[in-house]
């Protein structure tokens, strides 16, 4: 509670026409996520899986008001998120002030973010409550993903274009009802 009120009290203390976003991360393997699906009666479902497993992640921040969805894909660490935050700045160029709302995550708070922290003054990061994702709304664009891309067998180059896809076809006003930020306590009622 006393996170969630920090992150509201600050909130409220940014001038017209800040920019506010959630962001996460989430993996995406190779291997591919069996989920339950139907199938017919006395059929066995074929999946097929290759001997190998690779890994993807996948970073998102979400524009909590209009659905604007800025994404990279790499791996985890402080470089590939820095990128990530070029690409909101990018993103809204414009903005007075852009708070990025973030989990924990040690990637989060390394040395090298903080020190691209101090050079762009307009991006500030928040942090939530530590185990806390039913906080994030984009953990619900992550559970879309996963079942988008379950029960398929596909190449890396394949599971790749899967997600490009996934994010390609989704209008902002889709990413804003599948994350539902209304219902996030980091958001005040209105």
């Avoid at 506010?20 to 009666?41: F, G, I, K």
């Avoid at 890994?55 to 524009?63: I, Y």
């Avoid at 708070?99 to 691209?116: E, G, L, P, Q, T």
């Amino acid at each position: 509670d006393h996170v969630v009120a920090g992150i509201m009290a600050r909130l409220i203390e940014l001038p017209r026409r800040a920019v506010v976003l959630a962001e996460d991360e989430t993996h995406l393997n190779l291997l591919p996520h069996v989920r339950a699906s139907w199938t017919p009666r006395g059929a066995r479902p074929q999946i097929p899986t290759p001997g190998t497993n690779r890994q993807v992640t996948v970073f998102g921040a979400l524009e909590m008001t209009t659905g604007c969805w800025v994404y990279r894909l790499g791996k985890r660490c402080a470089a590939d998120f820095i990128a990530l935050l070029d690409q909101v700045l990018a993103a809204f160029p414009a903005a007075p002030a852009i708070v990025m709302i973030c989990d924990n995550d040690s990637i989060h708070h390394a040395r090298k973010v903080s020190a691209y922290l101090e050079k762009h003054p307009q991006l500030e990061l928040l942090y939530g409550a530590r185990y806390s994702p039913h906080d994030n709304p984009v953990e619900r664009i992550w559970g879309a993903l996963k079942n988008y891309v379950a029960n398929t067998a596909v190449t890396w180059p394949g599971r790749l274009r899967q997600i490009h896809s996934f994010f390609r076809t989704r209008s902002p006003d889709l990413m804003l009802a599948t994350a539902a930020p209304r219902t996030s306590p980091w958001l005040s009622p209105g």
